[in-house]
């Protein structure tokens, strides 16, 4: 039976060493919330970390199955969302090194109790959040970022300052797949989230512009599933119309 802080995820290998998981385990949202894994010849590269303990290790256990043991860990959060985060423990505790935006930076180690407690709060309607939550500990990345860097963690990664959804906001290119992991910038299935602590839709629009530049192949968004590139102008459009 599926464990109620995982849900019923999918994954698929998108390309050589380039994994999937979507629809991990959302407790507000149907449609769940997905992640990506790159396994190089050097590294094992987690994308976001899902909504809870339990997802964390999901992640953890799936990309176990296919590791050497050797390799150098790391994980990256697309934003400071509690349904991308709160699973970054799991990894980390194996010794891997978080990479954030300085603004998700800030906000997860401000938050890092506040949140927690918000969700239990809101979960608690339909779940002890003990039972779905696990032991969701935030904390402040160790790497952090405010623009465009380039890493090589055995291939090349494309780390892309995009503030949109919230001003932390960075999608992770992957040339060697023409892979790129959007987080919440951009959405497959319902519409972009624009929110208070949002950027403003011109900057959000002129930065999806900026990944139209790359040669990609395939999009994970933050939620729904993988997508054709096309995807970005279908956001864009829709945030044209919902401008100010
Ligand atoms: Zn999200």
Same mark, same amino acid.
């Given at each position: 039976?599926?464990?109620?802080?995982?849900?019923?995820?999918?994954? &698929?290998?998108?390309?050589?060493?380039?994994?999937?998981?979507?629809?991990?385990?959302?407790?507000?949202?149907?449609?769940?919330?997905?992640?990506?894994?790159?396994?190089?010849?050097?590294?094992?590269?987690?994308?976001?970390?899902?909504?809870?303990?339990?997802?964390?290790?999901?992640?953890?256990?799936?990309?176990?199955?296919?590791?050497?043991?050797?390799?150098?860990?790391?994980?990256?959060?697309?934003?400071?969302?509690?349904?991308?985060?709160?699973?970054?423990?799991?990894?980390?505790?194996?010794?891997?090194?978080?990479?954030?935006?300085?603004?998700?930076?800030?906000?997860?180690?401000?938050?890092?109790?506040?949140?927690?407690?918000?969700?239990?709060?809101?979960?608690?309607?339909?779940?002890?959040?003990?039972?779905?939550?696990?032991?969701?500990?935030?904390?402040?990345?160790?790497?952090?970022?405010?623009?465009?860097?380039?890493?090589?963690?055995?291939?090349?990664?494309?780390?892309?300052?995009?503030?949109?959804?919230?001003?932390?906001?960075?999608?992770?290119?992957?040339?060697?797949?023409?892979?790129?992991?959007?987080?919440?910038?951009?959405?497959?299935?319902?519409?972009?989230?624009?929110?208070?602590?949002?950027?403003?839709?011109?900057?959000?629009? &002129?930065?999806?512009?900026?990944?139209?530049?790359?040669?990609?192949?395939?999009?994970?968004?933050?939620?729904?599933?993988?997508?054709?590139?096309?995807?970005?102008?279908?956001?864009?459009?829709?945030?044209?119309?919902?401008?100010?």
């Amino acid at each position: 039976m599926a464990h109620p802080g995982v849900g019923n995820p999918q994954t &698929k290998e998108i390309a050589d060493g380039v994994f999937a998981v979507n629809r991990l385990v959302h407790f507000f949202a149907d449609i769940g919330v997905n992640a990506g894994i790159i396994q190089t010849k050097e590294s094992i590269i987690f994308i976001d970390s899902g909504m809870s303990a339990f997802s964390g290790e999901f992640l953890w256990n799936f990309a176990g199955d296919k590791m050497r043991g050797t390799e150098d860990l790391f994980l990256i959060l697309t934003h400071k969302d509690t349904d991308h985060c709160f699973g970054m423990n799991e990894i980390k505790k194996h010794g891997a090194t978080v990479i954030a935006h300085e603004h998700t930076a800030n906000i997860l180690h401000a938050e890092r109790d506040l949140s927690k407690n918000d969700i239990a709060i809101r979960v608690k309607e339909k779940y002890d959040p003990i039972d779905v939550l696990g032991d969701a500990i935030l904390t402040r990345p160790e790497r952090t970022l405010t623009e465009d860097t380039t890493l090589n963690l055995g291939d090349e990664l494309q780390i892309l300052s995009i503030p949109g959804h919230t001003p932390g906001d960075i999608a992770v290119y992957h040339p060697r797949s023409k892979v790129l992991f959007a987080g919440d910038a951009i959405l497959e299935g319902m519409d972009p989230y624009i929110r208070l602590d949002s950027v403003s839709v011109t900057t959000w629009i &002129k930065n999806l512009e900026r990944l139209k530049e790359l040669d990609i192949e395939w999009v994970l968004p933050g939620h729904g599933s993988i997508s054709r590139p096309d995807i970005i102008d279908g956001n864009i459009q829709y945030l044209i119309r919902n401008q100010g």
